[in-house]
């Protein structure tokens, strides 16, 4: 089989492995739990929207987020993120009950110096894609400052953790 930039489908790594060849790809084991937690309260609406195959978010990770939300006691806005620190400042600076505020979230990205004037798509979808590239461009300039600026003027002093693991 030849090389590919992209990983192997399963179905490619069952016939490679049938066929007595060395995979391309090396399987890691999974550990399952047992039995799924069933004290875990994951919002309706978040596990509707999760199902769905329309996103760039993998279906295993809005499960993964959803849950460690629920077991922690978090509603809907943080079953539908990873939930660390600066997921937690952004919906404390930007969210109008479980909406962004798409004029609040432009301004803390302008006062933390991130360029957003090329996001300017607006076909469907548009508000999740700009909230998630805006995440990723800030994560990468507060975890090398280690200071998140707010739209108000304020200095938010990063964790030492959040900012090593977040560091590249």
């Not at 492995?17 to 609406?45: C, K, Q, S, Y």
């Not at 849950?67 to 806005?77: D, F, L, P, Y």
């Not at 009950?97 to 548009?126: E, M, Q, Y």
């Not at 909230?131 to 003027?153: E, F, H, I, N, P």
């Amino acid at each position: 089989m030849a090389r590919r930039k992209h990983k192997q489908t399963a179905e490619e790594l069952v016939v490679e492995l049938i066929e007595g060849n060395e995979p391309e790809t090396a399987v890691e084991p999974v550990e399952l739990d047992a039995e799924p937690d069933a004290e875990l309260e994951i919002d309706a609406e978040v596990a509707a929207d999760n199902i769905k195959r329309n996103s760039v978010v993998r279906p295993a990770y809005k499960k993964r987020y959803a849950e460690r939300a629920a077991a922690n006691g978090g509603g809907k806005v943080a079953q539908r993120s990873c939930w660390d620190w600066l997921a937690k400042t952004l919906a404390g600076e930007c969210l109008v009950g479980s909406k962004i505020n798409i004029d609040r979230f432009l301004a803390l990205l302008d006062a933390n110096g991130v360029d957003h004037s090329r996001w300017n798509n607006r076909n469907k979808g548009w508000e999740g894609r700009l909230r998630m590239t805006g995440r990723l461009a800030l994560q990468k300039v507060v975890a090398a400052s280690g200071v998140l600026k707010t739209a108000d003027g304020d200095e938010l002093l990063a964790p030492a953790d959040w900012v090593a693991k977040h560091t590249h």
